[in-house]
């Protein structure tokens, strides 16, 4: 589990779920309430404005009696995107009646992942529950479960009966699943297509901003870069460093972090398409070679022999919630 700070957004009025239907890559109908999902706003250009999570209101917070409005949605954004994402908003309403206030109040999501996620879910849903907070569920980075709560659930999940994991260690985690995230791979104007964003667009949904040119370089004009995910031996490497192939330079490194799987460093960065495959090599201009591996690790039969993820030892507790890996011998 690991805490990640969040900004936040309602949107309300009768006219909230169709005018947000066509302001998002997410399909708004089929969303049931005490739902979210996934979702991207982009400009008409098809660049991010930000990635969020949106969620549907079911009427009332689930598990309480706090009344919010059936036509209610909100949604969850990095830190500093939620000005932006305002701003954009507020100037597409015409004569729509859609309220769109935000958020002051800190708030933070736990984000759950691996075998445990289930009982930690349960654990902090206990917790929540005792002191009269809130949990509401969103998709997680890693394929588990997000969840919203107010600063004040920090004092309760901090003993949690289940690993903690350090910022470095999740970073990690996220790399080796190739999930691009805000302020380290992304930023405003940033093409979704460029960057594997296509697990927050729904496949069969038209009519929203920016829906032209993501149908373009998807199913037209394939994007010239894309961001690809690489391994090497050495120390790791700082962003912006330029990568070369075959005496051109190819793009630049916008990430690095140790590989769990791997025990070596792993590289996200931004390069021409054809140097994204399995097995491809970009150097750096001291020479220092890196081979392209597919993404996530454990999906990925196209990786060469030299390039698959060591076996895992696996994870138990260490001190104060910290998480290590086991000395004995692999099970």
Not at 2 to 27: H, I, K, N, R, Y
Not at 202 to 220: I, L, M, S
Not at 293 to 301: H, I, K
Request: one cysteine or more.
């Amino acid at each position: 589990m690991v805490a990640t700070p969040v900004q936040m957004l309602w949107a309300s009025g009768q006219d909230a779920p169709a005018f947000l239907q066509g302001m998002c890559t997410q399909q708004l109908n089929t969303l049931q309430g005490g739902e979210g999902a996934w979702t991207l706003f982009l400009n008409r250009k098809g660049g991010l404005i930000t990635t969020a999570r949106i969620w549907k209101s079911p009427g009332m917070v689930p598990g309480f009696d706090i009344p919010v409005e059936p036509d209610c949605f909100l949604m969850v954004v990095p830190p500093g995107r939620q000005a932006a994402l305002l701003k954009h908003l507020r100037k597409h309403v015409v004569s729509e009646d859609v309220e769109l206030r935000p958020e002051l109040a800190p708030l933070y999501l736990l984000e759950l992942a691996g075998p445990m996620a289930h009982q930690g879910l349960v654990h902090l849903e206990a917790l929540a529950k005792a002191h009269k907070e809130f949990l509401l569920h969103f998709p997680g980075s890693l394929g588990g479960v997000a969840l919203l709560a107010s600063k004040r659930m920090g004092e309760f999940w901090a003993p949690a009966a289940f690993p903690c994991l350090d910022e470095a260690t999740w970073e990690g985690l996220r790399m080796e699943y190739g999930r691009a995230t805000w302020g380290k791979e992304l930023e405003a104007g940033a093409l979704a297509t460029e960057f594997r964003l296509e697990w927050a667009i729904h496949p069969d949904k038209g009519c929203y901003v920016g829906q032209e040119a993501v149908a373009r370089t998807t199913f037209r004009t394939a994007p010239r870069q894309q961001l690809g995910a690489f391994v090497f031996e050495g120390a790791l490497l700082p962003r912006g460093t330029p990568l070369w192939h075959e005496g051109q330079k190819v793009g630049k490194v916008l990430s690095c972090s140790l590989s769990p799987a791997f025990g070596s460093p792993l590289a996200l960065a931004h390069v021409l398409r054809a140097c994204t495959e399995p097995g491809q090599y970009v150097h750096t201009a001291e020479g220092l070679r890196l081979c392209a591996v597919e993404l996530p690790l454990w999906n990925s039969p196209k990786n060469p022999k030299h390039a698959q993820p060591k076996p895992a030892k696996p994870l138990v507790h260490g001190s104060e919630g910290s998480v290590r890996e086991s000395e004995g011998e692999d099970e």
